[in-house]
């Protein structure tokens, strides 16, 4: 087994995941995470560019985020071993005349920012970082909500992102209210890139953080990763806002989540109006999909029982399914 071999879940290696929101890497401060179990080290050297790492140093194993940047280098707690950027070892204090071997290198992780987040796969990159188009829209602005920490499985959670009958009675007098609690039947498409859900409409008493009244609204949604998903809503209005729900598995069990609202560009209590409905809204959710079991969404249609109004999270499953995934859900 090579230093690179180690471990790391191959049920999702290809994908990429976020690990950290971009505003909170900061120039010379080695941050700790995990994804999928593997331990992370997060950094950002001088130039700008976000580094993803094993938190282990080749030597003997200690934990980088231990140690501390200087000179643009990570330096080894335990021994002092000095990594350059493209995580080759630059000095090693023992024997500081001579040049440490190639084989003393940091594993290194591709890392990319977008959305306001850093991203990494554990392995070759089976595609493309996928596409928020609102984003990038003119004349609109990102706030973003995140991260929450959620002891639950990345599936579950998006699949009650994707739930529009539990407005009601997870959110009342905010995203539903009884006795308004019919769900119209709405369109559900299915590509090979994801899910869609289409004219999916339901009344609500306070459809934005700026309404002032409520109103049957229409939301489409778009599983875009077995870990991510989006909405936009209100599309006519001028606080429409579409918002992109990253998940992001710490362990198969224990989800890091991270909300990206897109809105119309407003000034900086508007936007925070915008973000903490959001906010709310998931702090709602949170308690419920803790509660669900077991924790892996279950891909076996017999396993649970359905309405009329899951068809797009059965979509999902069936989807995932399709796919092939097998983290965070059970197949059998
Ligand atoms: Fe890192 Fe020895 S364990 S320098
Ligand atoms: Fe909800």
Redo the contacts with the bound molecule.
């Keep these: 087994m090579t230093a690179n071999a180690l471990d790391v879940d191959p049920r999702i290696t290809g994908e990429w995941f976020a690990v950290i929101a971009s505003a909170s890497l900061k120039t010379g401060e080695p941050i700790a995470t995990t994804l999928a179990g593997e331990p992370l080290v997060l950094w950002r050297s001088a130039d700008g560019v976000a580094h993803v790492w094993r938190d282990r140093?080749?030597?003997?194993?200690?934990r980088?985020s231990l140690g501390r940047i200087a000179g643009d280098r990570v330096h080894?707690?335990?021994?002092?071993?000095q990594f350059a950027a493209d995580a080759s070892c630059a000095h090693?204090p023992a024997h500081p005349a001579e040049a440490p071997p190639a084989v003393a290198r940091a594993v290194a992780y591709p890392a990319q920012e977008a959305y306001g987040l850093v991203w990494t796969c554990l392995g070759e990159p089976a595609r493309a970082l996928l596409e928020f188009a609102p984003y990038h829209q003119p004349g609109r602005r990102a706030g973003i909500d995140g991260p929450h920490d959620f002891n639950a499985c990345g599936p579950r959670i998006i699949e009650n992102f994707l739930d529009l009958a539990h407005f009601p009675f997870v959110h009342p007098g905010v995203l539903g209210e009884v006795p308004h609690t019919s769900v119209p039947d709405y369109e559900v498409i299915t590509t090979s890139a994801g899910v869609e859900g289409h004219r999916c409409r339901f009344w609500q008493p306070k459809p934005s953080g700026l309404a002032t009244g409520g109103a049957e609204v229409e939301y489409t949604y778009r599983v875009l990763h077995p870990f991510v998903a989006s909405l936009g809503k209100l599309p006519d209005r001028p606080d429409a806002f579409d918002v992109l729900m990253v998940t992001s598995p710490l362990d198969e069990t224990h989800t890091r989540v991270w909300k990206i609202n897109v809105f119309a560009d407003c000034d900086d209590a508007q936007a925070e109006r915008f973000v903490g409905f959001s906010r709310a809204a998931m702090l709602q959710d949170k308690p419920i999909v803790e509660s669900q079991w077991p924790k892996p969404l279950p891909l076996d249609p017999r396993a649970e029982v359905h309405q009329r109004a899951d068809r797009l999270a059965a979509a999902y499953r069936r989807w995932l399914r399709e796919r092939g995934w097998s983290y965070g859900v059970t197949t059998a």
């Excluded at 140093?57 to 200690?62: E, F, I, L, T």
């Excluded at 080894?76 to 071993?81: D, I, K, S, V």
């Design positions: 140093c080749p030597h003997r194993g200690a980088l080894c707690p335990y021994h002092g071993w090693w």
